[in-house]
């Protein structure tokens, strides 16, 4: 049994450093390595880097291989396949998104604090249009969670749930009277913000996870449950496409079709989600997640660049000493989308 060392190794190189904090980081949260992993690991990768006198990089390669490495060798077959490509569990996906909404909030509630006052003025119209703007960013949040939990028609019923919400909001907003209900301090709504993402983050992550679980339904066939399941984690937890997700159902379709009476597709295969797993892995998963970062990536600046046309062409605004962030802003998105045509066509060429 390896011996953990009680401190982080000293490394002799910068350099070293630098790939041993890379490593960790990605061990950690693409693989959801278990705790005390990376620190045994990172022991092991010093004395071996120590004793062929090289570069950590030259003796173990690119700290993120070496992290895919490790974490197939070393990290159980269940706990990989519970996480989507992104290395993230529907629970700590729905942990995130609420931890981000609240410290959203608490950094808004700052800024008015700062450039307008202590006291925000609440009216009835601003109650509707900002908890319209907030349900509808959770609901694409779970949309999106859905489908990386491969419940692809659940996103399409969250998606829907978010255009509803959307159009109610603008009615509402639309027929509201007009006039202040009545004024509170910004730290106080800070403070409740701050609050909500504290609570987020305590929140069980294994509680969500069992939520995104589908349950067995009476009148359900086992084999096709399991079948339509296999398919949705293909497409959602590993971003595998639609077609290709069909064609390993349908050889495993023409398997049980040809098995012995009786041989269902779990006793066959096993776990429905560690068989995702197998046929997702290999050289093709790197391309299946540039591609999903792209197409996220592209989504995002086509929203930003919405946000700046939208204030550009208001007079007001666009003499707005923000308004120069908001082009910065857009240009780190479209610089992202090139940075993630790249890694996508790069990974292309590796696979």
Excluded at 44 to 53: C, D, K, S
Excluded at 143 to 166: D, K, N, Q, S
Excluded at 172 to 194: H, K, Q, S
Excluded at 232 to 246: C, P, Q, S, V, Y
Aim: hydrophobic share 50%.
């Amino acid at each position: 049994m390896t011996k953990v060392r009680d401190s982080a190794p000293s490394w002799t190189r910068e350099d070293d450093e630098d790939w041993a904090a890379t490593f960790e980081v990605r061990l950690v949260l693409d693989h959801d390595a278990p705790a005390g992993l990376a620190d045994e690991v990172l022991a092991e990768a010093h004395e071996i880097v120590e004793q062929a006198g090289l570069p950590a990089r030259e003796v173990l390669g690119d700290p993120g291989a070496y992290a895919r490495t490790v974490a197939a060798e070393r990290i159980s077959e269940e706990r990989r396949a519970r996480n989507d490509v992104h290395g993230m569990s529907p629970g700590e996906r729905v942990s995130a998104s609420l931890c981000t909404l609240g410290f959203v909030g608490v950094v808004l509630c700052l800024l008015y604090w700062i450039e307008d006052g202590l006291w925000i003025e609440v009216s009835l119209t601003s109650v509707v249009g900002c908890t319209t703007v907030a349900l509808a960013a959770m609901l694409i949040a779970v949309a999106l969670i859905a489908r990386a939990a491969g419940r692809i028609r659940g996103m399409w019923a969250w998606l829907a749930g978010t255009a509803v919400t959307v159009a109610g909001g603008a009615a509402l907003t639309t027929a509201a009277p007009e006039g202040r209900l009545f004024d509170v301090p910004a730290p106080v709504l800070a403070l409740a913000a701050l609050a909500w993402t504290v609570g987020a983050y305590l929140f069980p992550d294994t509680t969500i996870d069992r939520w995104f679980t589908p349950a067995a339904r009476p009148g359900d066939a086992d084999d096709e449950r399991w079948l339509a399941r296999l398919e949705g984690l293909l497409r959602g937890r590993h971003a595998m496409k639609a077609a290709e997700a069909r064609g390993h159902v349908r050889e495993v379709r023409q398997h049980l079709a040809h098995a012995a009476d009786g041989e269902r597709a779990e006793d066959a295969f096993g776990d429905v989600e560690v068989y995702a797993l197998r046929l997702a892995e290999g050289p093709r998963a790197r391309q299946r997640l540039a591609r999903r970062k792209l197409y996220g990536t592209a989504a995002m600046t086509v929203l930003f660049a919405s946000l700046l046309i939208d204030r550009l062409l208001d007079p007001d605004e666009r003499t707005s000493a923000w308004t120069p962030v908001w082009v910065a802003v857009f240009g780190f998105w479209l610089w992202s989308v090139f940075r993630e045509w790249q890694a996508l066509r790069k990974a292309e060429d590796r696979g």
